[in-house]
């Protein structure tokens, strides 16, 4: 693993324009991927893609944040931001999947949700709020792959899972280093600073156990070598599936419910005054 990179260098090595993004992971992983659109409620948001594919015989449902490759793809698809019609849509294709009794897999990447005005009327906050209650109580294995940058509920939304996995140098947060710092010191330009205090990196969370695993990449990053961080990825989803495949429904949901219920639990000192 890159020892020598700060938290700094791997968010932006996440940020890279060349970079992976879950549509290049999805067409080097499964086979017939079949997206799927629309939550019927308003639009089809194309910030989050849902799909269905096979994985070595096994059917998959798949939802995944999608940046942009380009200018035109970015603008098109909200620079990888959700408007709550992606989370009402991929909360409606979760629930096929438990009706289908298909396990699911999701990769995130995302600065956050779009904080725009009409996302909000919309009703932004609760669509991020039921997607993760939807997630907590879904009765079939949900493995969560944090490819890049993982940021604020718009991360979370499609994070929870029975499997964590994250890439090397993705990243995961509350929201950015510039909007810690902004927030925190109301100075923008103290982000490297933040982002080393965020604890952000694939190692600082699988050492605060938020995640299970990190893949590794290839020297330089992930875009260096496509091919062969999908057969990485690849092999850490099935071996993650044959795992919680043999988990009754009910033990899964538990599981699921401590995995996130003991994250953030510290233990105070007592002192004698």
């Known amino acids: 693993m890159s020892k020598e990179l700060n938290a700094w260098d791997k968010l932006s090595i996440a940020r890279a324009p060349d970079r992976p993004t879950a549509l290049d992971y999805i067409d080097n992983i499964f086979q017939e991927f079949i997206e799927l659109h629309g939550d019927r409620q308003f639009s089809d948001d194309k910030a989050i893609v849902c799909g269905l594919a096979k994985l070595n015989g096994i059917n998959f449902t798949i939802i995944a944040e999608q940046k942009g490759r380009n200018t035109k793809e970015n603008i098109e698809r909200n620079f990888g931001m959700p408007n709550p019609e992606s989370y009402r849509k991929s909360s409606r294709f979760m629930k096929q999947a438990e009706k289908f009794n298909r ?77 810690y710092s902004s927030i925190l010191w109301k100075d923008s330009s103290r982000a490297k600073e933040a982002a080393e205090i965020m604890k952000m990196t694939a190692k600082d969370l699988l050492d605060f156990k938020v995640i299970d695993k990190i893949i590794e990449e290839p020297k330089g990053g992930a875009q260096k070598n496509v091919k062969l961080m999908s057969e990485n990825i690849k092999q850490e989803i099935l071996t993650a599936y044959e795992k919680l495949k043999t988990i009754d429904q009910d033990e899964l949901i538990n599981k699921r419910y401590d995995k996130f219920r003991k994250m953030g639990e510290y233990k105070s000192k007592s002192y004698n005054i």
């Not at 990769?107 to 009703?123: C, H």
């Not at 499609?158 to 993705?170: F, P, R």
């Open 103 to 179: 396990p699911i897999i999701t990769f995130v990447d995302t600065k956050g949700a779009y904080p725009g005005l009409g996302a909000e009327e919309r009703g932004q906050g609760e669509a991020i709020a039921k997607s993760i209650l939807e997630m907590s109580r879904i009765r079939v294995p949900i493995i969560v792959v944090v490819i890049g940058e993982g940021s604020s509920g718009g991360a979370l939304a499609i994070g929870v899972g029975d499997e964590i996995l994250m890439l090397e140098n993705a990243v995961y947060s509350i929201l950015s280093p510039e909007g």
